[in-house]
């Protein structure tokens, strides 16, 4: 279903984040749009409303739902992100643990003992949402964000694992950081992670990485 959500927006929701992807890519390929935007679960189309109708945008956004959205290319890619769990690092891991009724060890094992995929990137630049987390670790957003998360950190919320790829306000569960580079402004390619993406996360300690981004 198609939502209308401004003079020139539609929303097409989907059933999940690789859908979304999928469909974004599909429409990109096809030019003549001003802006497509993947979510988690929708695709936010922006078409030039003074050279085409609406219901002629809509049309076409439909012809191409209704002969369906070839599956996104996931390639073979492995990540793995190593990550300083706890202490000053990951200052919401003791939190995480009463919350949960695990103790630390367990969180880190559950964190590091899975493969995951990358839903998305957005919100800020680089930042990397990735599904997957284990039901135990479910935990909803802070209810007072911070005003500045440290570029590397990692953060659980909502059954998702997030990576700041930059110091920025946020409001997730901080359980560690890591020094992987997540974003290099200067790189042909600025995102370390795309969609789509397989991560496994590494536990390491703080002295293993000579200096923090």
């Known amino acids: ?15 999940t984040p690789q859908d979304a992807q999928a ?16 979510g988690i679960d929708s695709v936010l189309v922006r078409f030039d409303a003074a050279t085409i109708e609406a219901d002629t945008a809509r049309n076409r956004l439909r012809a191409t739902i209704d002969a369906g959205i070839p599956p996104l290319p996931t390639g073979d890619t492995l990540v793995e992100i190593p990550v300083a769990y706890g202490g000053e690092f990951g200052p919401d891991l003791g939190a995480l643990s009463e919350a949960t009724g695990l103790s630390r060890d367990e969180i880190v094992a559950l964190h590091t ?4 995929r990358v839903e998305m990137v957005g919100f800020t630049p680089g930042f990397a949402f990735i599904g997957g987390l284990d039901e135990r670790l479910r935990v909803p957003r802070r209810t007072e964000p911070r005003q500045r998360v440290a570029a590397g950190s990692v953060g659980v919320a909502d059954g998702r694992t997030g990576l700041y790829a930059m110091a920025s306000p946020g409001g997730w569960t901080l359980i560690g950081r890591t020094p992987y580079r997540l974003f290099d402004a200067n790189a042909a390619s600025p995102f370390a992670l795309r969609p789509g993406m397989r991560v496994r996360f590494r536990a390491i300690e703080p002295d293993e990485v000579g200096q923090w981004p």
């Open 1 to 15: 279903m198609l939502v209308r959500s401004g003079d020139d927006l539609f929303s097409i929701p989907t059933k």
């Open 23 to 38: 469909l974004a890519a599909q429409l990109r390929g096809q030019g003549g749009w001003l802006d497509i935007v993947p």
């Open 113 to 116: 003992g899975a493969e995951y």
